[in-house]
């Protein structure tokens, strides 16, 4: 070993090795690599620079946000070990015939509310007071709103021992040391020029967000010439597929299990070894939460566990963001028992006089399209689905969707599906089908969400009819009334009267879900043949019962 002591980082692997702190495999994995190469005569381990950072960071950086506001960080151990190893491991460059810090690349993988943010800043403004003069520091993000974050609190921890701006200074570009002019100014997707600066170090805040290399590109480009970069990826998982931060940890991974040999880069991975565990021993979230008890609640967290049990969108959510286990946005959205249940059947009959909502989901002329009403009883709380199905003839002749499950001509003899003539739907023919009902059982529509596409001939004969129309923006604007059809469906509040095609449509749901976990419906694995309309209808018709639920309920009454 090296003539100083690792101690932050041997205490940590002490304390794991004993059980005393619960760690996951990856990390594990890691620190062990990190133990054996405090060995190798190929580095050296020096913690001067490490320890003077830690002291300035436990004295000197106060932070901004309750409960812990205007007080100084105490360090927990794994983050006291994490700013040893970076800052301590040297090899000797023979371009620059000496030692230089080892790592350049950066992966810290940790769930959210763990402290990883200001954690970062402190380093930061550590640069900023006591660094090499000189720097030009990034916080940089996907958005504008993210990179502030970071900057902020930076700026914040800089006025708290600077009120007065006497050795430095903040604009709406950068704040600065006005003694030894190191900057550090922000950086996302939206900012102009990202190329062309000399950046001496980069910290890229929940990188999960970016759908492909630009960003960090531009910061790793801008450090080509520096002898010693610096680029720290501090993230939460994330739900885009195939993005950027689904490259980077594939690399990191090979660097973990030395299937790829690059000793400059550390991959400090906080996850859980299965999705089982989670749900099953309480003392492993610590793998993915290590500040767990301090920083992040314990409340907080076992209160999205009971969430999660309930309701797919939070489980998707809290497993992605607390556990740092990628989520699959193909998966199902429901299971079978979530809408396959006995309902009893019901006649339009019964409703006879009464206000119904209503909802269409028109696809292009040459495919399926989905027309949908919604009824209540006084003191029923179900709610009442009435559907009808419209598609061209040609569809049952050249059509994939057999062999996903639909019987489009079983299903029209049914009376569930309109088969029209020719190659279209005739789209003024979904108006004619409100209008039938109004005539047949004097159910008069209160009003018809619908979707900008294709909608002209339609509105013009819902308008000849006298029926009002709303637009309805599709895409994560129906995130609220997907997860109220979840509910309510897991609550068998819903009687889509057993038909079949509205059973093949939400079966065919998946679940597509944000990093602010706002949701929308997707197609099953993305397949064209596993048709979704009816579930989008239903869908359209939630957000149109969302907005006019107090009126619509009054007349009901």
């Known amino acids: 070993m090296n003539n100083v002591y ?21 990390l594990k994995t890691e620190l062990q690599k990190l133990i ?117 609190e930076v700026d914040g921890m800089r006025r708290r021992i600077d009120p007065k701006n006497k050795k430095t200074h903040k604009n709406m570009s ?79 991974r090979k660097v973990l299990h030395e299937e790829i040999e690059d000793d400059t880069f550390l991959p400090w991975l906080y996850t859980q070894d299965s999705e089982q565990e989670i749900w099953q021993d309480e003392q492993s979230w610590y793998k993915s939460n290590p500040s767990l008890g301090v920083i992040k609640k314990w409340s907080y967290l076992r209160g999205e566990i009971a969430k999660s049990k309930v309701d797919k969108s939070t489980r998707m959510h809290t497993l992605c963001k607390d556990f740092n286990i990628k ?18 059947i019901y006649d339009l009959e019964e409703f006879k006089g009464s206000l119904c909502l209503g909802a269409v989901d028109l696809s292009a002329t040459t495919d399926l399209s989905d027309a949908k009403i919604f009824l209540m009883k006084p003191n029923d709380k179900t709610r009442y689905i009435h559907t009808h199905y419209f598609i061209p003839e040609s569809k049952l002749q050249d059509s994939n969707d057999k062999e996903s499950g639909a019987k489009y001509a079983e299903w029209a003899k049914q009376g569930t599906l309109t088969i029209c003539e020719g190659n279209e739907v005739d789209i003024a023919s979904v108006a004619d089908w409100f209008y039938q009902i109004y005539k047949d059982y004097g159910i008069r529509l209160y009003i018809c969400g619908y979707d900008q596409r294709y909608a002209k001939t339609f509105l013009d004969r819902m308008d000849a009819y006298g029926f009002d129309c709303e637009m309805i923006y599709q895409g994560f604007a129906l995130s609220n009334a997907m997860k109220l059809v979840e509910a309510d469906l897991k609550s068998r509040l819903i009687n889509y009267n057993q038909n079949e095609m509205d059973k093949w449509c939400l079966g065919n749901t998946a679940m597509q879900m944000d990093n602010r976990g706002q949701v929308r419906p997707i197609k099953v694995n993305n397949q064209a043949s596993k048709r979704i309309d009816g579930a989008v209808t239903l869908i359209i018709l939630y957000e149109v019962f969302r907005r006019y639920k107090n009126d619509f309920m009054e007349q009901v009454k």
């Open 6 to 26: 690792a101690n932050y980082l041997m205490q940590y692997w002490d304390e794991i090795k004993q059980g005393k702190i619960i760690a996951g495999i990856e």
């Open 36 to 152: 054996n190469d405090l060995n190798n005569p190929k580095y050296r381990y020096d913690t001067k620079e490490a320890y003077i950072r830690i002291a300035f960071m436990e004295n000197l950086c106060l932070q901004n946000k309750k409960p812990f506001y205007n007080k100084p960080l105490k360090l927990l151990l794994w983050q006291k070990a994490f700013i040893e190893v970076i800052y301590s491991f040297k090899k000797y460059s023979d371009e620059l015939n000496r030692w230089i810090r080892r790592f350049q690349d950066i992966v810290l993988l940790i769930a959210r509310k763990n402290g990883k943010t200001t954690l970062m800043a402190a380093d930061a403004h550590t640069d900023l007071r006591i660094g090499d003069g000189g720097m030009d520091i990034v916080c940089t993000s996907n958005d504008d709103r993210q990179a502030s974050l970071l900057w902020n």
């Open 174 to 252: 950068q704040i600065e040391n006005l003694e030894t002019n190191t900057k550090i100014f922000k950086m996302s997707s939206k900012t102009q020029n990202k190329d062309g600066r000399n950046i001496d170090k980069a910290y890229f805040d929940e990188s999960h967000d970016a759908q492909d290399d630009e960003i960090a590109a531009a910061c790793q480009k801008s450090m080509s010439v520096k002898e010693e970069p610096f680029f720290i990826n501090l993230t939460t998982e994330g739900f885009i597929n195939d993005g950027y931060l689904d490259n980077k940890l594939i690399y990191a």
């Open 327 to 344: 989520q699959n946005n193909a998966q199902a959205w429901l299971m079978l028992e979530d809408y396959d249940y006995p309902t009893p």
